[in-house]
């Protein structure tokens, strides 16, 4: 019998849950990883109270990157073909792609960094928001070809190993997601936008936007008109400004729901 591949490489209390709850689902999370819909089904069969009981161990679980995930072949006879040699999440990458692939078809279909996702594919709706040299594009309308040697970081490349980071926490706190699939993109966008209001930049809503290079304080409406290029249908966006401005700030917001057993 074949040895089942490596990744995810689970810790015992992780597995024991996934075992315990998704016995069905193992081999596939075992294989590929932990999927948005084993997310969403773990917390369909738990509820709230349990999914409490277990969170440390998921939560770690969600914080891994793929970037041990084996990586699709090379497609073959690719019309139009560059070379693109840039940095995504900390590590040195070098395609051959087409020169009108996106940014976003590179990171899912040649690098498996599938946590950016395609929302519209017009640039309306913020699900495919990445950090390009610290700035936030949107990767379905940015071409591969344009990201010679930039750093590209993904909503993949901001935990630490199992540390998550601040606003990837303070969206867990708050709930500031529902179906998860404009999460990454709303992620990687209040990630930027918290070094846009620090280096002073102005928004449609700012009182003086001659006070330049002065950090901005963000109120609920910066942080509204800010965010508006992602775009929410589950409703989250109170949640989502709670968990931006816990990160902003220097104290924590109150959470406004809790479990249903009163347990947070």
């Known amino acids: 019998m074949e040895d089942q591949p490596k990744f995810p490489d689970l810790t015992d209390a992780e597995r024991k849950v996934l075992e315990d709850l998704m016995p069905d689902e193992m081999s596939e999370i075992i294989t590929s990883g932990m999927k948005r819909r084993h997310f969403l089904k773990l917390i369909t069969y738990t509820g709230t109270s349990l999914l409490a009981t277990h969170f440390i161990g998921i939560e770690q679980l969600m914080a891994r990157t793929t970037a041990g995930a084996p990586l699709p072949p090379p497609p073959t006879g690719i019309d139009n073909g560059v070379n693109v040699t840039f940095n995504v999440n900390g590590r040195a990458q070098k395609l051959l792609v087409d020169s009108r692939m996106t940014l976003l078809d590179a990171l899912r279909e040649r690098l498996a960094l599938t946590g950016s996702k395609k929302g519209c594919d017009h640039g309306q709706c913020g699900a495919c928001t990445v950090l390009i040299d610290g700035r936030r ?41 529902q179906c998860g699939y404009c999460t990454p993109g709303q992620i990687c966008s209040a990630v930027a936008l918290m070094s846009e209001a620090k280096n002073g930049e102005a928004s449609y809503v700012t009182s003086n936007v001659r006070q330049t290079g002065k950090p901005v304080k963000l109120s609920d409406e910066e942080i509204q008109e800010r965010m508006s290029g992602n775009i929410c249908r589950c409703g989250a966006y109170p949640n989502i400004v709670d968990a931006i401005r816990e990160v902003h700030g220097d104290k924590a917001v109150a959470q406004v729901w809790q479990f249903a057993d009163g347990t947070i």
Request: aromatic share 4%; proline share 2%.
């Open 137 to 177: 594009v949107l990767a379905c309308l940015t071409l591969a070809a344009t990201c010679e040697e930039k750093a590209v970081t993904t909503i993949e490349g901001l935990a630490k190993e199992e540390t998550l980071h601040p606003m990837q926490a303070a969206f867990i706190k708050h709930d500031g997601f």
